[in-house]
C-alpha cells in the first residue's frame, strides 16, 4: 500500500471505535446510526457506536480520495478507496499493493470494455504483473453458472496459480460473478472489486457477498468472500446511462432512511447536484452510503441480522422485479418502489408519521425513481404474495420485513407486524394495475 494510504488507513483503524453489543431476549430488530439494536425471533442484539467514522481523511496527502475501511477478524479488513481525478501512477500504486501474486486476471464485460477502461487497467498493471484479460457479455441474464464457467475456464488456460487475483471491473453483475469465480477457483483465490456503477460503488462490491443466478432464483448459488480492496474511480460514472444512474440511488435513499439521517437530509438538499454527476457531491453520497455500508457488514458479516435491514424496500421490489418479467425494472427502481410500499405499510401500522412517508416520496421522486406501479402492471396481491413467500428473509414460514419505526434513520427487521396493513398496502398499490383487473 502506498506510504499515504497506509497512514490514512492505521489513523482511521485507531478511532474506529470498537462496536459494543450484547445479546437480549426480543422479538425484533432495530437499526440507526447512533446506536444499532438487532433481532431476530429469538435474540436481540444492541450495539452502540457514538462516534463519526471519517476523521481518518485530514492526515491523507493527497485530497482526490478518501479511505473508508472494512473492519472485519482474521486480518481481512480491506480498505475502500473513493475518489476523482486518479493519476496513473495511484492506480497502479494502489492497485499493485493489493495484488499479492504476480498474475492478474482483469475481468469485465462487452459494453464497458469498448469504452476504454480495461485498456487502461491493463495498460497500469502491465508493467508491474503479468496480466490477463476477460470480456463477458453484458447482462443480468447472463449472471448464471455457464458464464461463470468462462472465468474458471480462462483461469486454467491461462495457469493461473492460487495466488493469482481476479480483478472485477464493471457493475454488480460482474463484481458478483468475478466475486463468486474468486471464491471457488483453486478452493478461494484474492479478488479486486472496480466497480463502475453507483450501484455497484455504494452497495454490491462492498461486503464480500457474491454469486450467480439460477434459473430457480436471482442470486440463489454463491459465497460471502472479501475482497482485498474496493477501488472507486467515480469519474468513470461519466459514461453511465442517466437511468443506471438513478437505479443506483434509490440503494442511497436506503442508507439514509434505515440508518442515517445526515445522509437523507444531505440528498434533500444535494439531488440535483448526484444528478447531474457533480464530482463532490458524487464522492460524499458514495463515501458516506460506503462508510453505512461498511459499518453494517462489520456489525453482520453473514447477515445473522443487522445486515437484514440493508434490504429494505427488497422484499416488495424482488416482488415486482420477478412478477412483472426480469428486464422490465432496473434492481434500484424496484426497490424504489419497494421503499414506497415498506413506508406507507410503516405509517399505516403507526409506526412513522405521515410527515416521513411524505419527504421520503418527495426524495425518491426528486431522484426521478418510481414510487408506483404503472397501470400496465401484471401486479396483483397474489403475485406479490407468491413471490414474498420465496423471500430469503422467511424464516420457520414466516415472513420477515424491513419496516421503518419511530425517527427518520430507525428501521426494524421483524416478522411481528400487521398482516392486515401489508394486505391493504399491496391492494393499494395495485388497485389501478392491469393484472388486478
Ligand atoms: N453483492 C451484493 O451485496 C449486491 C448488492 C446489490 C446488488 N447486487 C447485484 O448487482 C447487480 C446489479 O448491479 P448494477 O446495477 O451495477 O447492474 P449491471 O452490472 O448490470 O450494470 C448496469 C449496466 O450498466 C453498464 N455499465 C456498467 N458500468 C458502466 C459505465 N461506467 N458506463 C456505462 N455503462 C456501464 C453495465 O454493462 C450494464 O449494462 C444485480 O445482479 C444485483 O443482484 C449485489
Ligand atoms: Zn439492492
Redesign the pocket.
Known sequence: MPAALMVAASYFLLLTPPISAFLVGGTSTVLSRGSLSVATSSLQMTATNGARIDQHEETKDDDNYDVVKVDLTDGRDYPIYIGTSFTDEQISETLTSHIHGKQALIIT?D??AP?G?LEKYEKLLAPHKEVHTLVLP???SN?NLEILQLILDKALEEKLDRKCTLIAL???????MVGFAAAIYQRGVDFVQIP??V??MT??SV?G??GVNHPLG??MVGAFHQPQCVFIDTD??S???DR?LQ??IA?IIKYGLIRDRDLFEWLEVNMEKLLNRDPEATRHAVKRSCENKAEVVKADEKEAGVRATLNLGHTFGHAIESGSGYGTW???EAVAIGTAMATTMSAQMGWIDNELVKRTYKLLEKAKLPTDLPLDSPMNREIFLKYMAADKKVANGQLRLILLKGALGNCVFTGDFDQEAMIDTIDEFVAECSGAQ
Do not use: Q, R, Y
Request: no cysteine.
Open positions: 464485460n459494453k464497458i469504452m477502461f453484458d447482462g443480468e449472471k464493471g457493475g454488480g453483475v460482474i463484481g458478483d463502475t456503477t450501484m455497484a452497495d454490491s461486503g457477498k457474491t436471482k442470486n468513470s460514472l459514461t453511465l446511462p443506471e437505479s443506483g440503494e432496473l434492481h434500484g
